[in-house]
Each structure stands twice: as structure tokens, then as C-alpha cells.
Nanobody
Framework: VQLVQSGGGLVQAGSSLRLSCAASGFTFSSSAMTWARQVPGKSLEWVSSIYSDGSTYYTDSVKGRFTISRDNAKNTVYLQMDGLKPEDTAVYYC????????????WGQGTQVTVSS
């Protein structure tokens, strides 16, 4: 099982980035996919989720700026981040989980996003 993330970096406020998370080793299409982020010294913060039916959810601070999407043919989930703010600076993690048997909960390796003011 692998979740391989890419797409982080250093950008200026107002810029855009797209994070990708490529999955293998499990049934991606039936997984709920989530992006979360963590700032050093703080708890992991949920950012956005997309379910197998395509429904999407966002934390209030990113609504209207971030867009989560999935491509089941490519086993990949994306997080398009527009209008980035310095407070978006964090390590971003993707997560795959399934609540029904067989259950699982997998994490990507994390990717740094740094937004300068």
C-alpha cells in the first residue's frame, strides 16, 4: 500500500498550488480520501474530504479557495489550492480510509507547503 504525495513548495501569498496523492495497493474508488495539515507544535487539522460518491467537504478556513477532486482511473486525489495565505503554511498529508470491511486507514508521507507574505 502506498500513498505518494507531490506538488508542495514555496509560494507567495495569493498564489496557487496543486497537491497530488497517488494511491496503490488498495481499492481507491471505494475509499474516502482526505487532506489534512499540520503546523509544528500543533494538532493535525482536517482540511477537506471527498467520498466515493464524489461528495466533498471543507473546513471553513479554506472554503472557496481550495478544491478537492479525485480521478479514480488514475487512483489519484488532488487538492487545488488557490488564493494561498501565510496561515496555510503547513505539512499536508493525504489519507485514505474505509469504514466498512475491509477497513483501513492509510497516510501519505506529507508534503511541505510554505506561503510567504
Amino acid at each position: 500500500v502506498q500513498l505518494v504525495q507531490s506538488g508542495g513548495g514555496l509560494v507567495q501569498a495569493g498564489s496557487s498550488l496543486r497537491l497530488s496523492c497517488a494511491a496503490s495497493g488498495f481499492t481507491f474508488s471505494s475509499s474516502a480520501m482526505t487532506w489534512a495539515r499540520q503546523v509544528p507544535g500543533k494538532s493535525l487539522e482536517w482540511v477537506s474530504s471527498i467520498y466515493s460518491d464524489g461528495s466533498t467537504y471543507y473546513t471553513d478556513s479554506v472554503k472557496g479557495r481550495f478544491t478537492i477532486s479525485r480521478d479514480n482511473a488514475k487512483n489519484t486525489v488532488y487538492l487545488q489550492m488557490d488564493g494561498l495565505k501565510p496561515e496555510d503554511t503547513a505539512v499536508y498529508y493525504c489519507n485514505a480510509r474505509r469504514a466498512m470491511t475491509p477497513t483501513y486507514n492509510y497516510w501519505g508521507q506529507g508534503t511541505q507547503v510554505t506561503v510567504s507574505s
